[in-house]
């Protein structure tokens, strides 16, 4: 199979998958993208990912935008049609050629004043774009505030809208016995108001194990006001404040603690969910974090209701009363359930299960796409 991509950038969430579908036997893989990388991402030290076979087209002309989305019988995955120009742009030139299209997206459910005009534009793009699609790749799908209810309430049908996750490289880490006698809970994220570091703060306030520390990695407009908030509550002797660290000593941050919590109100996926357990460490995360669809209850980590502290403090206190797990195991399982390989496999199955429902080949020669209209 072809497959073409086009993102903004050479997004180090999707390079893992992308990057094995190329070494699959009998795939092209090219990925297209405005900038390899944005100057804010290298300035916070992310590299440029490790595309392996893949071929990459940094800023292509409107010459080879036409001419790589008409590939003919290739898959077109688009990485958002809302404030994304280049994926709009192929998206465009794609139209009346042989091909397949796909949109691929965040959930973009965020309960609030914003969900109504939101949820009226993207209704408006499901009008004009939906007939041209073979199905919706939705990165945060599940749940009562998934994208799939966000989607199919827009107007795309729900029977071609597929769960799809973030994907990351897994980090090699040595699990050794934590030399220490508290146990960690860490955050790692961006010290913002919609993170709702705040509320584990409190959730940890109230929890009753003095020996317990919190570890907070980040840095945000919302840093002093947290620091204050822990003076408050009483807990500011147990909790440390780190700013951000290079990628190497947050994973390594993570492998050492007991459990990573992700307490936001809203994130269209949460990546630190996947890296957390691909190194070991069990997540607690809210039910409006797009990752906690990949959170089994009790076997790798808890999910709790978005905003409420009590349900945050109960999940964190039967976490350490009850929670039974092998870290390396852990590592392992997830690592492979999470991997590049793995959702690379998942992902071409989807493509082609969405293909074999497309209508057949028109008397033209072509592969006309389905039409994705509500029935």
């Known amino acids: 199979m072809t497959f073409v991509f086009w993102h903004s950038y050479l997004m180090f969430h999707q390079a893992a998958y992308i990057r094995e579908l190329a070494n699959m036997p009998g ?94 534009v993207y209704t408006w793009d499901a009008l004009r774009y939906r007939r041209h699609l073979s199905g919706v790749f939705c990165i945060g799908h599940s749940g009562r505030y998934g994208g799939a209810r966000f989607f199919s309430a827009c107007g795309y049908p729900a029977d071609r809208i597929v769960p799809f996750i973030h994907v990351v490289d897994s980090t090699p880490v040595q699990h050794l016995p934590v030399q220490r ?76 603690a007991d459990v990573l919590v992700l307490p936001s109100r809203f994130d269209g996926w949460g990546a630190v969910v996947n890296e957390a357990l691909m190194v070991g ?35 964190l206190q039967r976490f350490f009363e009850d929670f039974q797990w092998d870290r390396s195991a852990l590592a392992g399982a997830e690592s492979v359930r999470l991997g590049g390989a793995a959702v690379a496999a998942r992902f071409q199955r989807n493509v082609r299960r969405l293909l074999a429902t497309s209508p057949a080949t028109t008397p033209s020669g072509t592969t006309s796409p389905p039409k994705m209209l509500k029935k």
Not at 288 to 298: F, K, L
């Open 181 to 256: 006698e508290h146990k960690e809970i860490l955050y790692v994220g961006q010290l913002i108001a919609r993170k709702r570091v705040d509320l584990l703060l409190q959730a940890f306030s109230q929890l009753d194990l003095p020996s317990a520390r919190l570890r907070i990695i980040g840095q945000g407009e919302e840093a002093q006001n947290l620091q204050r908030l822990a003076s408050q509550l009483g807990v500011a002797e147990r909790v440390r404040f780190s700013p951000g660290l290079p990628n190497a000593e947050t994973v390594a941050a993570m492998a050492a």
């Open 27 to 120: 795939n092209t893989v090219h990925w297209c993208v405005h900038e390899a990388l944005p100057q804010r991402f290298r300035e916070r030290g992310y590299p440029v990912p490790d595309t392996g076979r893949v071929q990459v087209h940094v800023a292509p002309t409107p010459a080879q935008i036409a001419e790589l989305a008409s590939l003919p019988d290739s898959v077109q995955v688009f990485f958002g049609l809302r404030g994304f120009a280049l994926p709009l742009a192929a998206f465009k030139a794609s139209l009346g050629q042989p091909v397949h299209r796909f949109l691929m997206t965040e959930n973009r459910y965020e309960p609030g004043p914003r969900l109504l005009p939101r949820r009226l």
């Open 281 to 315: 460490t069990p997540v607690i995360c809210s039910d409006r974090c797009g990752a906690s669809d990949v959170i089994e209850q009790g076997r790798n980590g808890y999910v709790f209701e978005a905003g409420n502290a009590s349900a945050l403090g109960g999940h």
